[in-house]
């Protein structure tokens, strides 16, 4: 939502905004565009989106892979060694207008949670500064002219006008009635005509907007309507008037990309494979990075398919390199790798899944060390396993996996541990842990730290094959999978990452599978004498 910001119409006074989201999919998006009624719209908190889908032909795939394929659409012509050139000024801006368009449009697709906010400079800002002192001016001009006797409403009606325009953009096609009665009320010819002579009602007028932003808000602004109809004081009114304006604003515009969502699925596809195709035209040499990624990730599925079956001719499927790219990004080194371009988009998500995964690995070994320690008799009892992960994601929450800081948050959990434990086996009727048994299980703990712990690094295997399981997609039978001994505590929390990861896998396919079938046709030949499937 950061990439979309309020757009402020009349920059000497920035009262009131016009719809601030624009999106260049087939077009623009219509805020008017929606379901013919008069009732109010509910307010956009938070919705779900199902994944979006694309017809298309798979890649024929051999090796005993049961993932899904990528589909073979026509493919582009990419070019991955071409000399640089030199383009214009108006040639970046376009690009960079493609790229942030595409990029909204991936984002209210992926983000199930995806919401337009007003954006607010900082409190101390220069930019919010000089906003405050212009608002306050205006205002202050505002009071000075219905302060003069007789009264000046030069501003008031222009601010009128304002609110109608405001009122009549937040109208569906289906509101006739209420389109007709803003334009008697607030007639402009005639209001100025009144304002002449001096008959000018602004209350009226105010408590007719009122009323009628009553009838069009979501039931979440219901109560700044209630305060707006408290407040006598002319200036403070209007302001007041334009601040829940613009708020209303921000919800039709979520109410607009909630109720498109399902057409923007659809088109999403096609949409950001063409502006790729674009700012690949003006830039050949876009997919260094993405064949690099594909190039490693088949060296690797190739030592591992070599491993398995040692001596004995082994073919390569597109969809395994594929599917172990993408998981080699849940073990990203960000500091000496360059990301993908064609997984850009996702790199924040992919990062959070990548901490989430090695946060959960840490939880699990903390939990084996621990119900391992204490025997099965502590380990079986109810809410035992339940409270010790709740200590523990407590103190590993958000916590980087930097040795330093991850080897003094294990030393302070060691201790909440061994205090757990001791009370536990008390309350049961159980001798609490001796001082060689309270050194060893706290040693365990603490050894967790180093990324070469056994149990660590097993774990962690384990965790990567069942995320590897729910890029599986065309096998409904992965839903009922064995959970692989070790992750029954973070279960839930696996499937949640695994369903994401696996959405965000898909949609990833869907858009750029044509480049990584040209690609991996290339590398797959390249090595075609190994006995790798070039197909």
Not at 241 to 248: C, E, G, H, T, Y
Not at 356 to 372: F, H, I, K, M
Not at 490 to 498: F, N, P, R, T
Request: glycine share 6%.
């Amino acid at each position: 939502a950061g990439l979309v910001g309020v757009n402020t119409e009349r920059r000497h006074r920035t009262v009131a905004a016009r719809f601030p989201f624009q999106l260049d999919l087939e077009g623009e998006i219509n805020p008017h565009t929606m379901p013919n009624s008069e009732g109010k719209r509910p307010a956009s908190d938070s919705h779900n989106i199902g994944q979006g889908r694309a017809t298309s032909t798979d890649i024929e795939s051999k090796g005993g892979d049961d993932s899904t394929n990528m589909p073979n659409l026509c493919k582009p012509s990419i070019s991955c060694c071409s000399h640089t050139r030199l383009v214009s000024v108006t040639e970046v801006l376009e690009t960079a207008r493609d790229v942030s368009n595409m990029a909204i449009a991936h984002e209210v697709v992926i983000n199930s949670n995806f919401q337009i906010q007003q954006m607010e400079s900082p409190q101390n800002s220069l930019e919010r500064r000089v906003k405050d002192i212009v608002h306050r001016a205006f205002w202050d001009s505002l009071q000075a002219q219905l302060g003069e006797t007789p009264p000046q409403y030069s501003h008031a009606i222009k601010l009128l006008q304002e609110v109608k325009e405001s009122l009549l953009a937040l109208l569906l096609p289906g509101h006739t009635r209420l389109r007709s009665q803003i334009g008697e009320v607030l007639d402009l010819e005639l209001i100025q005509q009144q304002a002449k002579h001096n008959a000018l009602d602004i209350h009226r007028l105010a408590g007719f907007i009122i009323g009628m932003m009553g009838s069009l808000c979501a039931p979440v602004r219901d109560g700044e309507i209630r305060k707006l109809k408290s407040i006598t004081e002319t200036v403070s009114l209007f302001r007041e008037i334009f601040r829940v304006l613009d708020m209303m604003k921000i919800d039709m515009v979520n109410f607009t990309i909630k109720t498109l969502k399902p057409h923007l699925q659809q088109q999403s596809i096609q949409y950001e494979r063409s502006k790729f195709q674009e700012f690949l035209n003006k830039q050949p040499n876009a997919l260094e990075h993405t064949t690099a990624w594909l190039k490693a990730a088949t060296e690797e599925t190739s030592n591992s398919m070599s491993q398995n079956h040692g001596n004995q001719p082994t073919v390569l499927s597109p969809a395994a390199v594929l599917n172990q790219g993408y998981m080699n990004l849940l073990k990203w080194n960000h500091d000496t790798n360059t990301y993908p371009e064609t997984v850009l988009m996702d790199k924040s998500r992919l990062q959070g899944l990548q901490q989430r995964l090695e946060q959960l690995t840490l939880v699990a070994s903390v939990l084996l060390v621990t119900t391992n320690a204490v025997g099965a008799a502590i380990g079986g009892l109810p809410g035992f396993v339940d409270k010790l992960k709740q200590v523990t994601c407590v103190l590993l929450d958000e916590l980087s996996c930097k040795a330093l800081r991850l080897g003094e948050a294990l030393h302070a959990l060691s201790d909440q541990i061994h205090r757990e434990v001791n009370r536990t086996l008390t309350e049961h009727g159980y001798t609490p842990l001796k001082n060689e048994q309270e050194a060893i299980l706290k040693g365990q703990i603490r050894s967790i730290r180093h990324s070469h712990n056994v149990v660590r690094i097993l774990l962690g295997e384990r965790i990567n094959v069942y995320v590897k399981e729910f890029l599986s997609l065309s096998s409904p039978q992965n839903r009922h999978r064995a959970l692989p001994g070790g992750l029954g505590p973070i279960q839930a929390e696996l499937k949640e990452v695994g369903a994401t990861f696996s959405h965000i896998v898909h949609h990833n396919r869907m858009v750029f599978g044509p480049y990584y079938s040209e690609i991996l046709a290339k590398l797959l030949i390249t090595e075609g004498d190994t006995g790798m499937d070039s197909r």
